[in-house]
């Protein structure tokens, strides 16, 4: 059955820290890869997204994520964080053969100023 | 509206009650998608329509939850002889587009369902 895993499920950082999140899926298959961002009291935003084509994906406010297929990896990178990017990040996966998305158990980011 | 709208907001039921969360999708998005997500999880998928039909239901937890979109538009989440279980953020995502290469799903607010 297809699953993600984030491994970080708690991250504490200082303003301008550089942040790196885990995230890895289980399908053998042709993958759609996604991160969302939830900020506090708000509803579940995309970060960005990965369907095809260079595995280095850039996202909104300075986020990117690189697919590793052999490594069945999408890890979500920020040179350097800031306050107002403390959230909860879930990185999610859809297949075409089922166009289910589905979710990690998300990594929740707190920076401090 | 602009977004996923979803009501209520906040439901509060007594064990054994039946409740209905309701999803108002964005205008002409085909697709329609229920999660549930409990306290420091991710979304859990329950089910997802293509048009008025569930596409795949796989994820409803068992008979007592069913789900409709009779129209197309607006989606009816339906829970039976509710359990302190079934509490949780109720969450509906719509999306344009579906298969791959496409897809991205535009979340509500959700509705936090407390049974007591």
């Known amino acids: 059955a297809q699953s993600v895993s984030q491994h970080n499920h708690h991250v504490i950082l200082s303003e301008a820290a550089s942040l790196e999140l885990g995230c890895n899926y289980s399908y053998g298959g042709t993958v759609n890869l996604f991160w969302y961002v939830q900020y506090p009291g708000q509803h579940l935003q995309l970060l960005l997204k990965?369907?095809?084509?260079?595995?280095l994906v850039k996202g909104i406010k300075g986020f990117e994520a690189e697919f590793i297929k052999s490594k069945f990896s999408f890890n979500l990178r920020k040179p350097s964080v800031q306050w107002s990017d403390t959230a909860e990040y879930f990185c999610a996966v859809k297949n075409g053969a089922t166009n289910k998305l589905i979710f990690g158990t998300g990594t929740l980011l707190a920076v401090q100023p | 509206g602009a977004g996923v709208s979803q009501t209520p907001s906040n439901k509060v039921t007594e064990k054994g009650k039946y409740v209905e969360l309701r999803c108002d999708p964005i205008s002409g998005h085909t697709a329609l998608y229920w999660y549930r997500q409990s306290l420091g999880q991710g979304p859990e998928f329950l089910i997802y329509?293509?048009?008025?039909?569930?596409?795949?239901d796989s994820g409803l937890p068992n008979d007592r939850f069913f789900a409709v979109r009779p129209e197309g538009s607006v989606s009816t989440l339906k829970i039976q002889r509710t359990e302190r279980g079934d509490s949780a953020v109720y969450l509906c995502?719509?999306?344009?587009?579906?298969?791959?290469?496409?897809?991205?799903?535009?979340f509500g607010e959700g509705s936090r369902l407390t049974v007591l």
């Open positions: 990965y369907f095809s084509g260079d595995p």
């Open positions: 329509f293509q048009g008025t039909g569930a596409a795949d």
């Open positions: 995502a719509s999306s344009l587009l579906t298969g791959e290469g496409t897809g991205e799903l535009f």
